[in-house]
């Protein structure tokens, strides 16, 4: 059974910095790659969007351009967890962020390219 547990969401002020883990479990880890995504309130009328990747090398990474420079994605094939650091957050990334794995060697950008989803964690920045 494959699971993905997202953690360390939270409340932060404009500014500030989370660090989101997702710990997996039920796949070989270090042959997936790896996204984060968010999904804003539902009053925003966005959609699910991408936020990072990851290939299976943890130096193939790629980030949606409203995030980069200012958040990293990485990955501990020891631990089979992926990281997302973020840093300088904007009240415009308070939403549910979602993890999800795929298999294969690349990054993948689009939703519909994972096989695999977490349950969700919430992160909300506050002006």
């Known amino acids: 059974q494959v699971q993905l547990v997202e953690s360390g969401g939270g409340l932060v002020q404009a500014g500030g910095s989370l660090r989101l883990s997702c710990a997996t479990s039920?796949?070989?880890?270090?042959?997936?790659?790896m996204g984060w995504f968010r999904q804003a309130p539902a009053e925003s009328g966005k959609e699910r969007e991408f936020?990072?990747?990851?290939?299976?090398?943890?130096?193939?990474?790629y980030y949606a351009d409203s995030v980069k420079g200012r958040f990293t994605i990485s990955r501990d094939n020891a631990k089979n967890t992926v990281y997302l650091q973020m840093n300088r957050l904007k009240p415009e990334d308070t939403a549910v962020y979602f993890c999800?794995?795929?298999?294969?060697?690349?990054?993948?950008?689009?939703?519909?390219?994972?096989?695999?989803w977490g349950q969700g964690t919430q992160v909300t920045v506050s002006s």
């Open positions: 999800a794995a795929v298999r294969g060697y690349y990054v993948y950008t689009r939703r519909t390219e994972y096989d695999y």
């Open positions: 936020v990072a990747g990851v290939g299976r090398s943890d130096d193939n990474t």
């Open positions: 039920g796949v070989i880890f270090s042959m997936y790659s």
